[in-house]
């Protein structure tokens, strides 16, 4: 199942067990269940403290359980955990095995900390680059805590359980058998969902922190770019985000970041993290930011959890989100039929009817890929003609199972009151309103900056984005913003980097100028 190269990568991991891992496997005749025979092989070869039984079960098959003797860790995977998952096997080998985490020690005692029995079940697909981060928070968490049990589920491999579950959105999370969330979750969000009392204490903490030389709002490559440079000039620093890597950690394949041929958003936005982590930097993850207000000596920033910060000068790096329709309906079967990532979540409509919005790059893009797994795609664009460029309109249009509608308006997202069953568009040019049947819809119209909140107290433009000078600076004096939402243009990563790195060195400019007391107090 592994190749050599795998195999010596994963033999190396595995020298780092420090305590016996038992894998108990359930199968049955079937080629999955060969598959995933033949994996927990190639790793019981490559470690003397990983062994593997067969038991007997009546629940998914094919699945393997692990767990370490004398301690109380339930822990499964029910497929076969290759892909973007692969890692989160190897990390759960590791952690079952007694290798510590690369947690911060706070969180640990947390989840040390929890009362009660959770009983989480995540669906995945091998393809979603967002699914890796919610199964490793919670097979860290069944490790570190008899009360949490985690099997995570590959959705392809048990399409009965995803339709009654009416699982349309991946990662989706259950929790005790009710429904718990779907999309990105990392430690810390699941366990402010499960603590009642974390919030308070993050706000508490939150509160007690003293002034910012420079505060940077937003953990995106802008973000990151800006905490690494203030820091290096030896000022307190200070990051909030809503999470860390931002728009980053939805982006599958990144091949235009000078000097790295290819990289992925996730495995990019852990290495924007772990490098700002080298540098003294406040970092406060899963929080965020809902009002800015000017006080004597810089800014104060409050947070939704109500806590609030102080800095001489801020730097806003907030980004952008996936743009919606903004038609009824959408908002209603959201992760039930309504979508936005192709590769996370293409995978669960296998077979069936779907609709792509929008003709621009990302959207033809999605239609290609999709067409590989639907049965047919109807690709609808509000213009007149499709945006795309040349080469992806050519390869959209030679496929058998692609419609093309262009002056084409959605109006309506239609249900049956659980999962999608349609949409309605007008044609802009008979003014007609056709209705279309479908099961999936796949919103690709691009993104809209996250600067609701900063509305009346500073300059944005009529596209929402916070107008900046040459010099990242905004029209509060110390106030300094970067990246996707700002009116820079060409929203892209290294740009965003560039533009974060200077914003940071403008609000370093700027504090050494200030006559002395006046600071943030």
């Not at 795998?6 to 359930?26: D, G, H």
């Not at 999370?173 to 919030?199: C, H, P, Y």
Request: hydrophobic content about 45%; glycine content about 10%; overall charge negative.
């Amino acid at each position: 199942m592994l190749d050599a190269n795998m195999k010596t990568q994963l033999k190396a991991y595995l020298e780092r067990l420090v305590r016996p891992v038992e894998i108990t496997a359930y199968a049955d005749d079937g080629a999955k269940s060969r598959d995933m025979l033949a994996l927990l092989d190639d790793i019981r070869e490559l470690s003397d403290k990983i062994s593997v039984t067969r038991g007997q079960s009546d629940e998914r098959i094919p699945s393997f359980a692990l767990t370490s003797p004398g301690h109380d860790i339930r822990l499964a995977f029910a497929g076969l955990p290759m892909g973007h998952e692969f890692t989160s096997l190897v990390l759960a080998l590791l952690q079952v095995g007694g290798y510590p985490p690369k947690v911060e020690q706070a969180l640990l005692d947390q989840i040390r900390a929890l009362k009660g029995s959770f009983r989480f079940e995540t669906y995945f697909s091998l393809s979603c680059q967002n699914c890796p981060d919610v199964v490793q928070a919670l097979n860290l968490m069944a490790v570190l805590n008899p009360g949490i049990e985690h099997v995570a589920i590959d959705g392809a491999l048990f399409p009965s359980e995803v339709e009654a579950r009416q699982v349309m959105s991946v990662p989706m999370i259950f929790l005790n058998g009710e429904s718990f969330g779907a999309g990105r979750m990392g430690v810390e969000e699941v366990l402010a969902k499960i603590d009642t009392g974390a919030s308070a204490r993050a706000a508490e903490t939150i509160n007690a922190q003293a002034p910012f030389d420079v505060l940077v709002v937003g953990g995106g490559p802008a973000g990151a770019a800006a905490a690494v440079y203030a820091a290096r000039k030896g000022i307190r620093t200070g990051v909030v985000a809503e999470r860390f890597g931002g728009q980053v950690l939805d982006t599958m394949a990144i091949e235009n970041l000078i000097s790295v041929p290819h990289t992925e958003g996730p495995k990019l936005a852990r290495a924007l993290e772990t490098h700002v982590r080298d540098y003294d930097v406040e970092i406060m993850n899963g929080q965020q930011a809902s009002k800015l207000e000017e006080i004597a000596g810089g800014f104060r920033v409050t947070l939704a959890s109500g806590a609030a910060l102080t800095a001489s000068s801020v730097i806003l790096s907030t980004g952008a989100r996936w743009r919606r329709m903004g038609v009824p309906g959408e908002d209603r079967y959201l992760n039930k039929g309504v979508a936005f990532c192709p590769h996370c979540d293409g995978p669960l409509f296998k077979g069936k009817r779907i609709a792509v919005i929008g003709g621009g790059n990302s959207g033809v893009e999605a239609a290609i890929d999709l067409a590989g797994l639907v049965a047919h795609v109807t690709l609808i664009e509000f213009d007149k003609v499709l945006r795309a460029d040349d080469v992806l309109q050519r390869k959209l249009r030679s496929l058998p199972n692609v419609t093309v509608l262009t002056n084409a308006r959605t109006t309506e997202v239609q249900g049956d009151g659980s999962r999608v069953s349609g949409l309605a568009y007008e044609n802009r040019v008979t003014g007609e309103i056709v209705e279309l049947a479908l099961e999936g819809i796949f919103v690709q119209i691009g993104l809209v900056p996250n600067t609701e909140w900063l509305k009346g107290v500073v300059t944005l433009s009529a596209r929402g984005e916070i107008v900046t000078d040459g010099h990242g600076a905004t029209s509060l004096p110390g106030l300094f913003a970067a990246g996707d939402c700002t009116t820079a243009p060409y929203k892209q990563i290294v740009i965003a980097m560039g533009e974060g790195a200077r914003a940071s060195l403008a609000a370093f400019d700027h504090l050494i100028r200030l006559p002395v007391g006046e600071k943030a107090a």
